[in-house]
């Protein structure tokens, strides 16, 4: 059958160099409609159960690749670019294919590492010391990184405790927004039984007015550590992320100190923080009933400023 040029014109407005097939209207594949094209596509060898399996199985992110190329052959049948530019294309694409078949080779390998390595240490430790030493490199490194990152979100703080030398490193310890993320209670020192001892002090009409200033002293005190412990816990502050997955992180990453101070845990911090409240609750009314028998002892209300500014200066 006789070859006849395609009917397309280039962008150079000069003729196709092409050859028109019948089955595309008289134009070369490149220039043919494109409904056209992908109707014989889907009916020609390309729609074979072994081609159609392989194109299934092509990674997606070489797919562009390849239709780039692709384009590049018919455009080069048109006429509408050099042989030299298809030459470039093919080559980037053979070390597109190169460097992911490399990285695919890579990521094996360490998925490979990482699955040895875990099963050794689920039976007991016992594989290849080499991969047990780089697993728990990584273990390590992705902790750091996780603290790291908490350090710049101002949930966790680099301090030294009293008891280190100054030669030793700083210590990760949460801060007070780090330990309302992690649902850490600091403790109080204070105890159902100095609610106990104000009120025998109040009420004891044998000793007289004169310790009422220092009772009321105490529980002021009492009253504003109690309030600033409660601030600890704030049930509505959002849980801490973790920034490797972006998932929230439940647990503390290790070497983290909750405080410096006695703490209550997630699980306690709830209880604690009820037993406190109950404490600040008698308190207050400790408060109220004592500075009425001050009033009634002296003449006039109770001023703690004053009281206070008394005792600082002395």
Not at 55 to 79: F, H, Q, S, T, V
Not at 209 to 221: F, M, R, S, T, W
Not at 236 to 241: G, I, Q, R, S
Request: with cysteine; net charge negative; charged share 30%.
């Amino acid at each position: 059958m006789p070859k006849t040029p395609c009917k397309a014109l280039r962008k150079d407005g000069k003729p196709c160099q092409g050859f028109g097939q019948e089955k595309f209207g008289g134009y070369c594949i490149a220039h043919a409609p494109a409904d056209i094209v992908w109707e014989w596509r889907s009916k020609g060898g390309q729609a074979s159960s072994a081609a159609a399996r392989a194109d299934r199985r092509l990674p997606d992110r070489l797919r562009g690749a390849i239709e780039k190329l692709n384009k590049g052959m018919e455009d080069l049948i048109a006429g509408e670019i050099e042989p030299a530019v298809l030459s470039a294309l093919s080559r980037a694409a053979r070390e597109l294919v190169n460097l992911y078949r490399l990285a695919d080779t890579e990521m094996d390998l360490i998925r490979e590492e990482e699955t040895a390595a875990a099963a050794a240490q689920v039976a007991g430790g016992f594989g290849d010391p080499e991969l047990l030493d780089r697993a728990d490199a990584v273990a390590a490194w992705q902790n750091q990184y996780r603290i790291d990152a908490l350090v710049l979100q101002g949930i966790v703080t680099l301090q030294r405790d009293e008891t280190q030398d100054t030669a030793e490193p700083l210590v990760p310890v949460l801060t007070p927004a780090g330990r309302q993320r992690f649902r850490y209670q600091r403790l109080s020192t204070y105890a159902q039984s100095d609610i106990d001892m104000f009120k025998d002090l109040a009420r004891d009409t044998e000793i007289g007015g004169e310790q009422l200033p220092a009772v009321l002293i105490d529980l002021h005190k009492m009253r504003i550590t109690l309030e600033e412990l409660l601030t600890d816990c704030a049930p509505d502050a959002p849980p801490a992320l973790d920034p490797l997955s972006g998932q929230p992180l439940s647990q503390l990453p290790d070497g983290v100190k909750p405080a410096t101070v006695p703490v209550a845990g997630p699980e306690e911090s709830e209880q604690a923080a009820k037993d406190m409240q109950e404490l600040l609750r008698q308190a207050n009314e400790l408060t109220a009933e004592t500075e009425l028998i001050y009033e009634k002892e002296f003449g006039h209300p109770f001023d703690i400023q004053d009281e206070l500014a008394d005792e600082d200066s002395d």
